[in-house]
C-alpha cells in the first residue's frame, strides 16, 4: 500500500503537520483512507462490509426457514418488495451471474433480503442489473454477505455426487447446498453416512466443495391413482 505524506506549514519556522494515511482498519472506517471498495452506490447494506454468510441452523438440511411474515387472503406470503426483488435478483443468479449469486433468504428480516453473494463489489453490480431488469425493484432493500462458493460450483459439486447414483455401495437420497453457501450437504442411510468410504469418495467427487454427510430417508416417488411405480433395475 502506497502511503501519502502531506505537509503544511504556517509560515517560516513554524509548525508543520504529517498526515498519514494508514491502513488501520479503524482508520480506514472513519476516513474512507487505504480502501479501493469505495461508497456503496447500489444502496444495498453491506454488513459489517464483509459478514459472512449465516448458517441457518446446525443442521440445513431438516431446517426450515421461519414462516412468511405477512398473509395474502389467508395465505402465508412474503412482502411484496422483498419478493419482487427476490425475484429479478433470482433470475439473474440462475443465469448471467451464477458464479457470483450463492444464497438468498426473503424476508429476512421482513421487507429486506439477505442476499449472499462470492464478492461484493459484483454483488452490487448484480443489484444494479436486478434494478435494470426490473425498474420497479428497490436494490436498498438487499444486506449482502460474502459467501465461499457460487451456485453455478456448488450445483456442479451436487451433480457429480447425486449423478453417481451410488457411492461406495450406497444411495444418494438427497443433495443441497449449504445455506451458508460453504459446501453441499448430501444424505444416504444411516449405515453410509456412518461410512467412511462414502465420505471419502463423494468428497472426491465434489472436488473443491466440502461435502457434508447427514442419514437420511429415500425421496418417495409420487404415483398417480391407478398407476405402478416404474420398475428400479
Known sequence: MRITTTRTGTGRGGPRTA??????????????????????????SLVAAAADCPQWADDPAQDEPAAPPTTVDGTPANTPEAEALAQAVGDLGRGAFADVYAEMRVDSPPGRVLLCVTDLAKGRKLLAAAKEADPSVDPGRADLYLARYGRRQLDAALEKVMGAGEVAGFRVYTGTPEHDASGVVVTTSKEGAASTAFAAEARRLAGEVPVRVLAGEPVRELVRPGTSPAPRG
Open 19 to 44: 498526515l498519514l494515511c494508514t491502513a488501520v482498519v479503524l482508520a480506514a472506517a472513519l476516513t474512507g483512507c487505504g480502501t479501493d471498495e469505495g461508497p456503496d452506490t447500489s444502496g444495498s
